[in-house]
């Protein structure tokens, strides 16, 4: 359905509709600290402000100007390059996060080569590389750096069987920094140490990780606040625009802006009062009103109800 084929009473029944008396406008107090523009602040246009200063306060390593098509266009290239680029040579692309992980893990996968070809065994295949780390760590690489420790702790069983059964599943990380400063082998004192710095570089790209995504998720919901600001702003500016157009002496602006605010608080009877006694939102102008009879009849408080009870049946049948 498109905004033609509504009427003003089914487009602002999302915040309106109800019995209103007449007579009872205590209810709707149109000072500045209750409407908008004035002293109070209102909390959707709050989340407005924020937003807009979040918007300029964006983290550089997260912003990206996709209007910018000379920087889209020299960022894609630098993707093809790296590329290109050996594993050793893409080492130094990574954050310095995603670096510290992948340098213990490069000297667990080490300590196991050298322990593996010491004891005659079979190297495992390790897959993990520094390109897979980039730009950023996801969870999902866990699951590749966990299965690839597993090969390794495999091979540790077999070059050391004794030693690693003694060792508690359980153990914590200090536990196994305390095996690895009693054990002779060298070998295996790295390939434990490595084995800690892994587990605790991933915490730390875990919590890095959800860092970025409640940031943007925020900025998602920042930026549906934004949406429906301008929908309602464009919504409110209509009717402005079709009061003005009808020449009523008020201020349509403030009219229409008091009338969504106190809609907020209660829709129902906000509807009722708009359509019903919209000076209730904002004062009739007897200063514009138009004396009758070529001015010989001075404007009476009358003339005030009579154009009052006008505007609310202009509004009621409104069409936006």
């Not at 003005?244 to 106190?262: C, G, Y």
Request: aromatic fraction near 10%; proline fraction near 3%; charged fraction near 35%.
């Amino acid at each position: 359905m498109s905004d033609n084929d509504l009427t003003s009473e089914s487009l602002l029944k999302d915040f309106l509709g109800g019995d209103f008396d007449f007579e009872d406008t205590s209810s709707f107090k149109t000072n500045d600290e209750d409407v908008p523009g004035g002293a109070g602040d209102d909390e959707f246009d709050q989340l407005l402000r924020d937003f807009i200063f979040s918007e300029n306060h964006t983290d550089e390593e997260d912003s990206v100007d996709i209007t910018n098509m000379s920087a889209v266009v020299a960022a894609a290239k630098k993707e093809e390059e790296l590329k290109s680029q050996s594993d050793e040579e893409f080492i130094d692309n990574l954050r310095e996060q995603e670096r510290n992980l992948f340098d213990a893990y490069l000297n667990f996968k080490s300590a196991i080569k050298a322990m593996a070809q010491e004891h005659n065994i079979k190297l495992p295949k390790f897959a993990l590389n520094a390109k897979v780390l980039y730009p950023k760590y996801k969870p999902r690489m866990a699951q590749e750096i966990a299965a690839d420790t597993l090969m390794g702790w495999d091979v540790m069983l077999q070059a050391h069987p004794t030693r690693i059964s003694s060792i508690d599943p359980t153990a914590t990380d200090e536990q196994l920094l305390d095996f690895a400063e009693k054990t002779t082998d060298d070998n295996l004192q790295l390939a434990m140490i490595s084995y800690v710095e892994i587990l605790i570089e991933i915490e730390g790209c875990e919590i890095d990780y959800e860092k970025r995504r409640l940031r943007a998720k925020k900025k998602k919901i920042e930026k549906e606040i934004m949406e429906e600001h301008q929908k309602r702003a464009e919504r409110a500016q209509k009717y402005i625009v079709k009061i003005r157009e009808k020449k009523f002496p008020i201020d349509a602006e403030r009219l229409v802006k008091n009338f969504f605010k106190t809609s907020k608080k209660d829709a129902e009877n906000a509807y009722k009062a708009l359509t019903t006694n919209p000076a209730t939102f904002a004062p009739i102008d007897f200063g514009k009103i138009k004396p009758r009879f070529f001015g010989f009849i001075k404007v009476t408080p009358q003339d005030g109800i009579r154009i009052n009870k006008k505007l609310g049946e202009f509004l009621k049948k409104l069409r936006v």
